[in-house]
């Protein structure tokens, strides 16, 4: 489980694609189910996102990063700049 959510949100790499890769491994593992580790997953840390919660809203500070990343702006064939707040 561990290893579908980092490859899902740090190597960036969809639940479909990892599908089709554990079935050329002759892995038979839907969508459905990986998605459904996903959400056990979130459930499970649900606590622990709280508690960082909690503990950045009790600062005197906040720190927050200004990022700015290039975005798809269809029907202009260009992009745009989008950005990121963290």
Do not use: C, F, N
């Not at 890769?21 to 459930?43: K, N, P």
């Not at 503990?55 to 005197?60: D, G, I, L």
Request: charged share 20%.
């Amino acid at each position: 489980m561990a290893h579908v959510a980092v490859s899902k949100y740090v190597d960036h790499l969809p639940l479909y694609r990892q599908s089709e890769i554990y079935a050329r491994q002759g892995i038979d593992l839907e969508r459905s189910t990986l998605a459904g580790w996903i959400g056990s997953i979130a459930e499970l840390l649900s606590p622990l996102a709280e508690a960082v919660g909690r503990y950045v809203v009790a600062a005197t500070k906040v720190h927050a990063d200004d990022t700015t990343v290039p975005v798809l702006d269809p029907g202009r064939g260009k992009t745009k700049t989008g950005r990121l707040w963290v």
